[in-house]
């Protein structure tokens, strides 16, 4: 069930898109989850994200499945998740205009005081609220926009520091490294090997599997 969380989560959420300088290139984070009471790292991985300023791939490192990717084309407002299930390989499609008044929010988010330099982009603070925390401060970028992440839409920074509530605890990333290059665009591509399907089927497909 966790794993079907984890996909729900993407392809429900979405962006507020907002005019600023194109960008073009690579954004890498490191996303990490502290061990319960402590400041111990409980586990860690890496997020890599593909931008021609039309398009956005993005690559997350996962134990159960690999390299899992998301391709996202943002003037369409279409999107596709790449899994491999029992050796078979799926393109989990989803038209993301259809999504957004599914989703419930449940958190603030204030601006304050204060900024500081990650990656060398210039970030604003905010603070991140919701009906269960006392909150968490995250980072947004000044000068780079919002629609390459889809991140609290409120704020229209990309963002560059910032926490995630998941089952594992709270979520830490933050971006580590900015390319600005032409990307290659068969990354932008669903690979032929791929089927493409929606998310009931795939959860059809997925739960008649299980049940072998």
Same mark, same amino acid.
């Given at each position: 069930?966790?794993?079907?969380?984890?996909?729900?989560?993407?392809?429900?959420?979405?962006?507020?898109?907002?005019?600023?300088?194109?960008?073009?290139?690579?954004?890498?984070?490191?996303?990490?989850?502290?061990?319960?009471?402590?400041?111990?790292?409980?586990?860690?991985?890496?997020?890599?994200?593909?931008?021609?300023?039309?398009?956005?791939?993005?690559?997350?490192?996962?134990?159960?499945?690999?390299? =899992? *990717? &998301?391709?996202?084309?943002?003037? #369409?407002?279409?999107? @596709?998740?790449?899994?491999?299930? %029992? $050796?078979?390989?799926?393109?989990?499609?989803?038209?993301?205009?259809?999504?957004?008044?599914?989703?419930?929010?449940?958190?603030?988010?204030?601006?304050?005081?204060?900024?500081?330099?990650?990656?060398?982009?210039?970030?604003?603070?905010?603070?991140?609220?919701?009906?269960?925390?006392?909150?968490?401060?995250?980072?947004?970028?000044?000068?780079?926009?919002?629609?390459?992440? =889809? *991140? &609290?839409?409120?704020?229209?920074? #990309?963002?560059?520091? @910032?926490?995630?509530?998941?089952? %594992? $605890?709270?979520?830490?990333?933050?971006?580590?490294?900015?390319?600005?290059?032409?990307?290659?665009?068969?990354?932008?591509?669903?690979?032929?090997?791929?089927?493409?399907?929606?998310?009931?089927?795939?959860?059809?497909?997925?739960?008649?599997?299980?049940?072998?």
């Amino acid at each position: 069930m966790k794993f079907i969380c984890v996909i729900s989560m993407v392809l429900l959420t979405t962006v507020s898109g907002f005019t600023q300088k194109p960008f073009s290139g690579i954004l890498k984070y490191k996303a990490t989850v502290m061990a319960p009471d402590s400041n111990v790292i409980w586990k860690s991985w890496n997020v890599t994200l593909y931008t021609n300023d039309t398009v956005v791939r993005v690559e997350t490192e996962t134990q159960q499945f690999g390299v =899992q *990717v &998301y391709i996202r084309n943002m003037e #369409l407002n279409k999107a @596709y998740l790449l899994l491999e299930l %029992d $050796g078979n390989k799926y393109a989990i499609q989803t038209d993301l205009s259809k999504k957004k008044d599914s989703i419930q929010k449940t958190y603030t988010v204030t601006r304050k005081t204060g900024s500081k330099k990650i990656a060398g982009l210039k970030a604003k603070k905010y603070l991140v609220q919701d009906e269960n925390t006392e909150g968490f401060y995250c980072y947004f970028a000044k000068n780079l926009s919002n629609k390459y992440l =889809q *991140v &609290y839409p409120e704020v229209k920074g #990309l963002a560059l520091d @910032y926490y995630i509530p998941s089952q %594992d $605890g709270l979520i830490h990333y933050e971006l580590v490294e900015k390319k600005d290059e032409q990307v290659n665009r068969d990354l932008f591509g669903i690979p032929s090997d791929y089927k493409r399907i929606s998310f009931e089927e795939f959860m059809h497909v997925f739960y008649s599997n299980n049940e072998q």
